[in-house]
């Protein structure tokens, strides 16, 4: 693998994976960048007559005898007889080899013929003789672009603009690499100046709105995406992301965004990423509720489309064609409602009632049980490790999975901006590592998005959220899902720590009554205390309704059924873990502590205290707002007071000695 093809810069320009096509009749559908090259190099002589008019200065003293080959090569080139007219260029400068206009002409016929590479050092043969060739600086990006060579793309195309400022590819084309480069203030430049000279094409349009994104400037990005919808209204994603836009932007833009997720519903009705976008603007729409279990049926996800089926009811429980949907999927169920352990220890809703359809009084069982993923079908596991500085802490982290982890997974990395230090750790740390796969927000966008980010890109069966500031100890992923197995209906999962509130071992409070930060005892290694947790735990695995961020394992059935972390309500975290915790038990699924596991938490240093503080004083406060209806001092008093990890404790007060608390 090379080195460089795991590092991805996030976000990257969603079509730079197309920039290889360039055929003339999907030009309308694909991206600038996919059909550039396409249009710097026309086969419509539009590009021949503006030649005509330069009077190349570089001709050799043969060029009159070459001319017959030259004047032959380009009949050919007109023709589409690229390997012919190649053969011609070729005897054209073996008799004359100072012609710029010949090497000019050649290299479009290489490009034309795919051969790029040869391409680039017959255009660089070109300028060397006639610096002032703007086409072929422009060419070159073209080329260095698709090739993932950006600074020199940048380089080539800023020449191009030097020598020739009307050129409006010239200026999109530059916008398309700076986006990639994750520089928006630029790219922003680029796309302006493009839109000034051609302001029909829609794809300039599009791609300023998404880089104006980016630097959050919400009011100019709808303008950007409002006229790239008015030239042409069929754009992938478009509506998406100027309801995106608008929901960013005001509250009051919301009635509007709704309205445009409506019209990105209609072109992609099973897109069920957009479904949750929309409920979260507009959470008490049945008609929402309806299409997403409709979308997660046709996508085999069952048990997720019964709970929304569910949910939709509940707002409106004389619907038929959701009754009727619900209804036709759990008839598909055959392993029954009967089980009573379906009802959990603190269900947040009551899947059981009696709805009305057709003046005929149904019970509807509402409560069902998810299946597991059996342990032997599980084929990858992904972790998402946010990092936000913290250098010291991240080094330790990693060394830490890459020494314990011996299950099959992916490190799916999240560098939020970090300074120099760490940044370029990550970079170096990644080209050593196949498994890990690097992503990065040149400014920081916070915890939530940053998580989000790994967990969109994340594939497996099991995907684990860990802070960047923990040590992770033998077996600890075996053993979580070893928690996840044990019962159907698990959906998260959560281990024991030093340092993680109600999943704090052997203490829950210090002597001020705040969380304990537990020491680890003289003389005993992560290793040794990880062993003696596991040597007298019972493993219970006790359902609890919380579970701590700092390692939280999720299935992807909870992701396909609740889609991701709220990054709107707690941007910068401290309590999205909560709301989603609460979303995966109002959708069925219950949470659990491997009480057998330890991961050592060193509580994150990516903040100071007095900020830390007012974040989780913000995430509470959003909570609240959200789930009114919780009562989340009553759910964490049963955590607080559950008898199997109070027995736990209890024998690792025995088996522990406190440096400041000796027995």
């Not at 996508?299 to 619907?319: S, T």
Request: proline share 4%; glycine share 6%.
């Amino acid at each position: 693998m090379s080195n460089q093809s795991n590092i991805i810069a996030f976000p990257v320009n969603k079509y730079s994976d197309l920039s290889v096509l360039s055929q003339q009749d999907i030009a309308d559908v694909l991206p600038p960048q996919s059909v550039s090259l396409k249009m710097a190099v026309s086969e419509s002589g539009e590009q021949d007559r503006k030649r005509d008019k330069h009077s190349y200065l570089s001709r050799g003293n043969n060029f009159n005898a070459a001319k017959p080959h030259y004047s032959l090569a380009k009949a050919l080139a007109k023709k589409g007889e690229w390997q012919k007219a190649i053969s011609s260029y070729r005897k054209a400068l073996d008799i004359d080899s100072n012609s710029a206009e010949i090497y000019h002409s050649f290299g479009d016929a290489l490009v034309k013929n795919g051969d790029l590479d040869e391409a680039v050092i017959i255009y660089q043969k070109a300028i060397e003789l006639q610096p002032n060739l703007w086409e072929v600086h422009h060419n070159l990006g073209d080329i260095w672009q698709g090739q993932e060579r950006l600074d020199e793309a940048v380089a080539a195309y800023r020449l191009a603009i030097e020598l020739n400022p009307d050129f409006c590819w010239s200026h999109n084309n530059l916008g398309d690499v700076l986006t990639k480069q994750e520089k928006w203030e630029e790219a922003v430049e680029g796309y302006k100046s493009a839109i000034e000279l051609n302001p029909d094409f829609h794809w300039s349009h599009y791609n300023l709105g998404a880089a104006l994104v980016e630097l959050q400037r919400w009011e100019e990005a709808i303008v950007a995406y409002r006229s790239a919808i008015q030239l042409k209204s069929d754009l992938p994603w478009v509506y998406e992301n100027l309801a995106d836009a608008l929901r960013n932007h005001s509250p009051l833009s919301a009635k509007e965004a709704i309205s445009y997720y409506s019209q990105a519903l209609q072109e992609n009705p099973d897109n069920v990423k957009l479904y949750h976008k929309a409920l979260e603007v507009n959470p008490k729409d049945p008609k929402l509720y309806l299409g997403l279990g409709n979308a997660l049926m046709k996508q085999g996800h069952r048990d997720g489309a019964i709970v929304f089926y569910q949910m939709g009811l509940q707002l409106k429980p004389d619907d038929f064609e959701i009754y009727l949907q619900l209804w036709k999927a759990v008839i598909q169920i055959n392993d029954g409602f009967e089980d009573v352990a379906v009802q959990s220890q603190a269900d947040l809703i009551d899947f059981c009632g009696e709805r009305k359809v057709n003046n005929k009084s149904l019970q509807i069982p509402l409560s069902f049980k998810f299946s597991p993923v059996p342990q032997s079908t599980v084929e990858r596991v992904d972790i998402v490790l946010c990092v936000h500085n913290a250098f010291e802490d991240v080094k330790e982290c990693l060394n830490s999975i890459r020494r314990h982890t011996k299950v099959d997974y992916r490190l799916l990395i999240v560098d939020d901006g970090s300074q120099p230090e760490t940044r370029d750790f990550l970079k170096s740390w990644v080209q050593e590592v196949s498994v890990a796969t690097l992503f990065r927000n040149e400014m920081a966008r916070g915890y939530t998005k940053a998580a989000n980010i790994g967990l969109r890109a994340s594939k497996g069966d099991y995907i684990i959220l860990l802070n960047s500031d923990t040590i992770v100890t033998p077996g600890w992923i075996e053993k979580l899902i070893e928690c996840a197995t044990s019962r159907k209906n698990i959906g998260i999962v959560g281990p024991l720590s030093n340092c993680a509130s109600w999943q704090s071992i052997p203490e829950i409070f210090d002597k001020n009554g705040g969380w304990m930060i537990n020491n680890i005892p003289e003389g005993c290694s992560l290793e040794n205390l990880s062993d003696i947790v596991a040597n007298v735990s019972e493993k219970a695995f006790p359902c609890v309704n919380f579970v701590n961020g700092f390692c939280y394992m999720i299935k992807r059935a909870v992701i396909d059924a609740i889609g991701w972390l709220d990054e709107e309500s707690f941007p910068h975290g401290y309590g999205e873990e909560n709301d989603f915790s609460i979303r995966a038990r109002k959708a069925g699924f219950k949470l659990a502590i491997a009480d057998h596991a330890y991961v050592y938490h060193s509580k994150s240093k990516s903040f100071g205290h007095e900020r830390r503080q007012e974040l989780c004083r913000q995430g509470s406060a959003a909570f609240k707002s959200k789930h009114p209806d919780i009562n989340v001092k009553a759910l964490t008093e049963e955590i607080k007071n559950n008898r199997s990890l109070d027995r736990l404790r209890l024998k690792l007060r025995e088996h522990i000695v406190h440096p400041h608390n000796p027995e």
